[in-house]
Structures are given as C-alpha cells and as structure tokens.
C-alpha cells in the first residue's frame, strides 16, 4: 500500500500564497500524472486575477508544472475525484470574494480574510 499524499488521478486546486499585500491572486487546477518525495507532476490550466476587469481569467493552453509541496509558497487542495477540470471556473465579486465551481453544483470559497466567512 502507498503512502503517498497523492496518487495520479487525483484532481488538485495549487493556490500561490500572496507574499505582498500587492499580489494578485494565482491558481493552478489539474490532475496529477505523478507523485513522489513530495513533488507532484500536475498537468491542468492556470488561473490569474485580471487587474482590469478584477476577474480571475483562464491562461490560454494545457500546462504541466511539476510542484513542491514542501516548499511553503503553495497551498494545495485535493478536489473531488469526479469534478471536471475542464469545467472549473471562479468567480470573483470586486468586494475580494472568490469562488471555485464546476457548474454542476460543486462549489468551494476561497475567500482570504475573515471579514468574508459566513457565519
């Protein structure tokens, strides 16, 4: 039996940590091709926030990024195996509220700060 965190297949959600107050929120949705002494071969789309529109856009084509769990930069989330990473989108509010989902009903806040938790 493995004893790896992640196995490929699985779905993850990679958010770059903001080391400024000025950075723009960046994410990275894909699926793992392979995991070992925790780096990961993850192959999905990049996300970025547009400073225009104040929306979180697709950067255009597939990426492989091999990652760092260890480093302390990411924050990674293990997302439903049966989620689509084709069909992720985020929406964001101009009022600092983003959110993930798959227009099929799964939904996940990844709003910073507590000023946005729902209580």
Same mark, same amino acid.
């Given at each position: ?37 925790? +780096? &990961?071969?993850?192959? $999905?789309?990049?996300?970025?926030? @547009? ?9 255009? %084509? ?28 985020? +929406? &964001?509010?101009?009022? $600092?509220?983003?959110?993930?989902? @798959? ?9 910073? %700060? ?6």
């Amino acid at each position: 039996m493995s004893q790896d965190i992640l196995e490929a297949g699985d779905h993850v959600l990679i958010v770059h940590r903001r080391l400024f107050e000025q950075d723009h929120p960046r994410f990275f949705v894909g699926s793992v091709r392979q995991f070992g002494n925790g +780096l &990961a071969k993850v192959s $999905g789309f990049s996300w970025a926030r @547009d400073p225009m529109s104040g929306g979180i856009l697709m950067k255009a %084509g597939r990426r492989t990024k091999i990652i760092s769990l260890t480093a302390g930069t990411l924050i990674v989330y293990q997302l439903p195996e049966e989620l689509r990473i084709e069909d992720i989108r985020f +929406l &964001a509010d101009g009022q $600092g509220r983003i959110q993930l989902e @798959d227009g099929k009903g799964y939904e996940l806040d990844l709003t910073e %700060g507590v000023g946005h938790v729902r209580r």
